[in-house]
Nanobody, 121 residues
Framework: QVQLVESGGGMVQAGGSLRLSCAASGRALRNYAMGWFRQTPGKEREFVTVINWSGAGTLYADSVKGRFTISRDNAKNMAYLQMNSLKPEDTAVYYC??????????????WGQGTQVTVSS
């Protein structure tokens, strides 16, 4: 089992930045790909970005390319999402997830409880 806890969400004006953190416990994070996903009311959860176990491989949704950066620190069992140039359409609950596989799928095995990000115009 892997337990994930997100932090760093909040409210920011359009054009601003936020950094989300994901703390893992239970098993060593280095065994898992880490992903960030988001969801708004009435919509399905959508893929944002994923990083492979070593950090050498990353994938991004087209909507966040060039603005968001995923990273990880396996020694600290942490993953991060740096979000720059935020737009109102980035408003959502953001979830951290872990899975043995590396993909842009939303079928990750372990999920955090989510953190709200609100971008005002």
């Amino acid at each position: 089992q892997v337990q994930l806890v997100e932090s760093g969400g909040g409210m920011v004006q359009a054009g601003g930045s936020l950094r989300l953190s994901c703390a893992a416990s239970g098993r060593a994070l280095r065994n898992y790909a880490m992903g960030w996903f988001r969801q708004t009311p009435g919509k399905e959860r959508e893929f944002v970005t994923v990083i492979n176990w070593s950090g050498a491989g990353t994938l991004y949704a087209d909507s966040v390319k060039g603005r968001f950066t995923i990273s990880r620190d396996n020694a600290k069992n942490m993953a991060y999402l740096q979000m720059n140039s935020l737009k109102p359409e980035d408003t959502a609950v953001y979830y951290c997830a872990a899975d043995p596989g590396y993909s842009a799928s939303t079928t990750f095995r372990y999920w955090g409880q989510g953190t709200q990000v609100t971008v005002s115009s």
